[in-house]
């Protein structure tokens, strides 16, 4: 064999170097990853940082998006009772101070240790120390010396904003203040601009990380909490989690892959023939999938793409592939006559897998190149290590280990022992052997084996074949030079009589027919209902674990999220305040945005010009269209009150701040739990925005993933849509029939509708994961409907129910062995307390499921039904067919 075999082995070293560069390509911001390229949210963030950068010094919270280092803790009542009584205002506050003043980290040079009021952002060297609790414990002393209403409170002077303060709020239905609340937060910002003071604030947040998991404890409040890093952290340990999974699973198939390469003398003694058995072909089988997913994952760094946590799929995917392959290639090699020559055995080998294997992998890289045309950076980055780790995988199969395999064939050509190579000598009575491979030869997506592999029965053995017991397979060779030699039966052929004599007849007797029939309509009007009631967008608790300690906090801050948190609105524009015209526009949308569904009335809005004109009506001044109203009295008055830090932050003026420039407002927001919400929520704001002949862009936190959902429906569509116009395009290549064809057509938009449907069942949403997933399926359901239709056009009989009998004992065992082994591979992944695993599994097990009971139930059934003539099939040929 060709040295050049044995390349890849060498080149794997040189491509592994890129893995110097993981750290560096990970891609582990949530907001990027799973959010499109050219999301709006991004713009918006940028017109408004733009305007009103972060000043470490003049920090106010609530007015900057910036915030790199952070801890939100959330704190709710063991007794799930009012968070603002006394004693429980001081446990709170007692625990505010504790963070404050007694969590410190060392300086780099281990000299000095630095509290939060050393790593603070602050207003004039003041830290912000969660002044809310203090307020709500002067007011249980002194009684309501402000004015404490929801969401927002505070005096005529200076506002305050509750709704981000305290949650699930009860209120006085007379005057809307607030009776109790139930849960409160805690927030300390911590510096970033320098790295020195990123990494002290980094290390301030494990530390309370690590005294609230490990030695807080209060018999009188439950906290929940998440700081920057949360969330990034929780997705490296999914990924961690991957690698003891993905060890039991390949242990799993290499056991399996083992016990299948061995071959047996007789089907009676069941001794081992060492000269046949390929062990170490299967071992190589297994090293190929792992050096190239090595390869290709190195070669990619190298070139500096970047990959996120969704890559840490692609090894089980690969393996499958990998497996399946070698799988192939074998069953192609066992079928060659072992009289030959080695070259020429090869040589036969490789003319009739490279079909089956080629065919495999190109709809698989096709599958995940289409992919990669998703906005979505998680998928992109997704489908192409997916595509080059398939390629990798595909040309290492026809070089590095069909060398090996002719290695092992000279060996087996000597007659010398497979693992340990030393020449055995064979009894002169001993026959042909049978194997225990032979019962996973018939792989599903190893059909394409030609006449000479297969060779059919001639047409005078073929009279003795009673029409109702059509078994194609009535003699097994490779070449005429061992037709004469009898085959020992084994337990494939026993399989192929089920499946002729017991199962077809079982499934095309008519009761059973109209039965199936039914079943069928029922699962397409299952699948039509679950497709209309799906769920849309992967939220941001669905990235992390369920026992991940941010996973309580994203269920608590849904209490924030059903009222109160607030929508930030700027007005880019030069606003004459003067013409009261532009004002009466600017005050209409102000209105719009306060009446929507997603959103509360006046009572939760923060702008300075309403306040402004409040103040004109206690004056009962008149607002004239004046320039010393609306110019000169209106910015000294803005310069002046007691919120003047507040609105500092909300204006941008000129150079010698004698105009206004651009402003912004926030309004109060509601109804923003579910992910259908935050879409319709973000849709209806933007076009509001969008209407007003101001320059007006929204912002709220939630949008980088609302945009997710917002184009999730529609990029699953194009993908799929796309995927299925080159998958059925192939599917009309391959095959020479185009009726048959056709219904390959229909049945691969019957399976990839039939996972979409019960998905939603199942509790997966369509996101990002999910639709990886049925890209995928397409590339599934290709293998198992165009495999059985395409048995059913080539097998003898002079019907269809002849033709549905054939098909079957050709390709019913493969059908359930290649769906039920891909369904044990992927087991594992059930057991990980994470969505996107489960998500990935669940979709795969549909596909798996559902394709299986089409290929051996629902696709038998209805072929049966349809006259050969469909198919443009002679009766007096069918039978014949098969030679050509």
């Known amino acids: 064999m060709k040295c050049w075999s044995f390349e890849p082995l060498l080149k794997s070293f040189f491509y592994n170097y ?18 499109p390229y050219n999301a709006r949210w991004k713009s918006e963030l940028k017109a408004f940082t733009d305007l009103w950068p972060m000043d470490e010094n003049k920090f106010i919270p609530g007015k900057s998006f910036e915030m790199k280092r952070f801890v939100n803790i959330l704190i709710r009542c063991k007794d799930h009772g009012d968070i603002l009584r006394p ?18 980290v060392k300086t780099i040079d281990q000299q000095f240790n630095l509290t939060y009021q050393d790593l603070c952002l602050n207003y004039d060297w003041k830290c912000g120390g969660n002044e809310h609790i203090l307020m709500f414990k002067e007011m249980s002393k002194l009684g309501r010396v402000i004015n404490l209403k929801y969401p927002k409170g505070g005096n005529d002077d200076t506002p305050a904003y509750l709704g981000t303060a305290i949650g699930d709020v009860v209120l006085n239905e007379t005057d809307n203040t607030v009776i109790s609340a139930h849960i409160t937060q805690l927030i300390y910002f911590l510096k970033q601009e320098t790295p020195e003071f990123l990494k002290y604030s ?96 190195g070669f990619l760094m190298h070139l500096g793409i970047q990959y996120n946590v969704l890559n840490t799929i692609i090894p089980f995917l690969i393996i499958a592939i990998g497996i399946d ?64 780790a398939v390629i990798f995988c595909y040309a290492f199969q026809l070089t590095f280990f069909s060398g090996f395999t002719a290695i092992m064939g000279h060996c087996e050509h000597e007659e010398r022992h497979s693992i340990f190579f ?90 059973v027919r109209i039965l199936t029939l039914l079943i069928y309509i029922l699962y397409l009007t299952g699948s039509i209902i679950g497709s209309l009631m799906f769920k849309e967008g992967l939220e941001p608790k669905n990235l992390v674990t369920n026992k991940h300690y941010i996973s309580k906090y994203f269920h608590d801050m849904t209490m ?88 500092e932050q909300d204006i941008k003026y000129n150079d010698n701040k004698t105009q206004i420039e ?33 320059k007006v862009d929204v912002y709220h936190e939630a949008f980088p993933f609302a945009d997710q959902y917002l184009i999730i429906m529609s990029s699953t569509l194009q993908n799929v849509l796309i995927s299925l116009f080159c998958m059925i395009s192939i599917s009309f290549l391959l095959i020479p029939s185009i009726p048959s064809a056709a219904i390959i057509a229909v049945m691969i938009c019957s399976i990839s509708i039939g996972v979409f449907g019960y ?52 390709l019913g065992w493969p059908i359930l062995q290649g769906a039920s082994s891909t369904i044990a591979g992927i087991s594992i992944l059930y057991t990980v307390d994470a969505y996107i695993i489960l998500t990935f599994f669940k979709t795969i097990w549909l596909t798996m499921f559902v394709g299986m009971v089409h290929g051996l139930l629902f696709i038998p059934v209805i072929l049966s039904f349809i006259p050969l003539s469909f198919f443009h099939i002679r009766i007096d040929d069918s039978s014949q067919k098969h030679h050509h």
């Open 18 to 35: 890129g893995f110097l560069k993981a750290s560096d390509l990970l891609l582990d911001d949530p907001a990027y990853t799973f959010t």
């Open 662 to 694: 651009a402003f912004r407002f926030t309004v109060a927001m509601k109804n923003m739990v579910t992910p259908n919400q935050h879409k319709l929520a973000t849709k209806l704001l933007r076009e509001i925005a969008d209407e007003c002949p101001f």
């Open 422 to 511: 030393y020449k055995i000598k064979k009894k002169n009575n001993e026959k042909k052997c049978s194997k225990v491979h032979d019962l996973t030869l018939d792989n599903i997506r190893s059909i394409y084996i030609s006449d000479d592999v297969l060779p059919p029965m001639s047409i005078d053995e073929e009279k003795h074949v009673p029409p109702n017991e059509v078994t194609p397979v009535k003699k097994i060779s490779t070449t005429s030079s061992i037709n004469n030699e009898k085959m020992i039966e084994d337990g494939s052929a026993a399989i192929r009589r089920f499946f002729s004599n017991k199962y077809s007849p079982f499934i095309l007797n008519n009761k």
């Open 759 to 810: 998905m939603t069942f199942w509790g997966v949403n369509l996101d990002a994961v999910s639709m990886i997933s049925l890209i995928m399926c397409i590339g599934f359901a290709v293998d198992l409907s165009a495999h059985i239709i395409y048995a059913f056009v080539t097998s003898p009989g002079n019907n269809s129910k002849e033709k549905v009998t054939a098909a079957l004992a050709h």
């Open 325 to 388: 392959d070698m799988f192939i290639m074998n069953a192609c090699w066992d079928q060659t006559d072992p009289k030959l020559d080695v070259e020429k055995r090869m040589a036969q080998m490789m003319e009739h897998s490279a079909i089956a294997i080629s065919i495999t992998n190109i709809t698989d890289i096709l599958s995940f190149f289409i992919g990669a045309l998703s906005s979505l950076p998680g998928i992109n980055l997704f489908c192409i290590y997916a595509a080059t």
């Open 202 to 297: 980094s290390d301030f947040s494990y530390a309370i990380e690590k005294f609230i998991l490990h030695t807080f404890q209060s018999d009188l409040i439950d906290l929940s909490f998440m700081h920057y890093q949360s969330l990034q952290d929780g997705l490296n340990e999914n990924a961690n989690s991957f690698g003891m999974n993905f060890v039991i699973s390949f242990v799993t198939l290499f056991v399996f892959s083992i016990i299948c390469s061995f071959a047996i003398r007789s089907r009676r003694s069941f001794k081992v023939d060492w000269i046949r058995s390929k062990p170490l072909v299967a071992c190589c089988g297994l090293f190929n999938t792992l050096i190239s997913l090595l390869c290709s994952f």
């Open 87 to 104: 004693f429980i205002l001081d446990e709170i506050e007692l625990l505010n101070q504790f963070i404050m003043n007694n969590i410190s």
């Open 560 to 647: 924030f999220w059903e009222k109160g948190p607030q929508l930030h609105v700027l007005v880019k524009d030069k606003v004459n305040f003067i013409d009261p015209i532009q004002r009466e526009i600017l005050l209409g949308l102000v209105d719009k945005f306060e009446h929507t569904e997603y959103t509360m009335s006046r009572e939760g809005t923060v702008f300075f010009l309403l306040e402004y004109m409040n103040y004109l009506k206690q004056l009962n001044a008149e607002p004239e269209n004046t320039d010393k109203i609306w110019n000169k009295k209106l910015l000294k008055w803005l310069k002046n009150t007691g919120a003047a830090n507040q609105w």
